[in-house]
Each structure stands twice: as C-alpha cells, then as structure tokens.
C-alpha cells in the first residue's frame, strides 16, 4: 500500500508574503462556513458544511512568507461508510519558496494517503480548492 501523503504544488507570480497572507484569510478561498482566527500560532478555526464536513484546525507551526501547518485535532466527513473522524490528527502544509520571478506554493496534506476512504474524494476536493479556488483568490487578490 502506499503511504504518500497528499500533495499538490501551484506556481504563482505573487512575493512569498503575500501568498502567505492569502493563505490565512481562510473563509476567502476554502469556505464561508468558517469560525474562529486563522493568522497566527495556537489561533483554532473550524469549518463546517452540516450534514457533510466538520474539522477543527491549530496553526502549530506559523513562519511568515515561508510555512504555515495546521493540525486537525477533530473532524467528522458524515459522507464516510466507515471512520468518520479519518481527518483528525492529520496535518495540512503549507510550503511557499521563491524568488522575485515566481513563488512555489506546496501543499500537503500528511496523513491523507491511498489507504484512507476518503482519500480519491478528499483528493478531487484539495486539487479544487487548492489548484483553482486559492491559486485564483491570490492570483486576483487586488490587495497585493
């Protein structure tokens, strides 16, 4: 079986900072059903679709311009036949690189691997929301 962890990288034309700035105004790019603070160390945010999702996030690791880490200390994905809480305890990463060119986002999310139920839909979901929906919301962030 392979344990890969999921990960996908996106390649921007934005400075380091302000990847990172994008990728912590959360309700902006992964969803609205946010609650919580989601810019510095020990901040907790959860989102939460009823019926569907719910995952309770801590940044456990904020370097600004260069990594944010999230570990997700609950989660219930309602849809799963089996362990519902397969999210819980797994990390999503978030690694920025780059130069005055071009800034290099990788995104992984360890313990999402091949074994997991949820991992074909959970995958199509972070290449959506990863590869369009925050590619895009930093890509046009008029803010920058």
């Known amino acids: 079986m392979?344990?890969?962890?999921?990960?996908?990288?996106?390649?921007?034309?934005?400075?380091?900072e302000d990847v990172f700035n994008c990728i912590n105004d959360v309700q902006k790019w992964w969803s609205r059903d946010f609650e919580g603070s989601s810019t510095v160390l020990n901040d907790e945010f959860v989102i939460h679709h009823p019926g569907s999702h719910y995952s309770k996030q801590k940044l456990i690791e904020v370097n600004p311009g260069v990594k944010i880490v999230w570990l997700v200390t609950e989660s219930t994905l309602n849809w799963l036949k089996g362990n519902k809480d397969e999210w819980t305890n797994t990390r999503m990463i978030f690694e920025i690189s780059g130069d005055t060119e071009k800034t290099i986002l990788q995104f992984t999310h360890e313990?999402?691997?091949?074994?997991?139920?949820?991992?074909?839909?959970?995958?199509?979901?972070w290449n959506f929301v990863i590869n369009d929906r925050l590619f895009n919301y930093i890509s046009n962030n008029e803010n920058l």
């Open 2 to 16: 392979d344990n890969k962890s999921y990960t996908t990288k996106v390649e921007l034309h934005e400075r380091p």
């Open 111 to 125: 313990g999402l691997v091949p074994g997991k139920e949820c991992y074909s839909r959970c995958t199509d979901g």
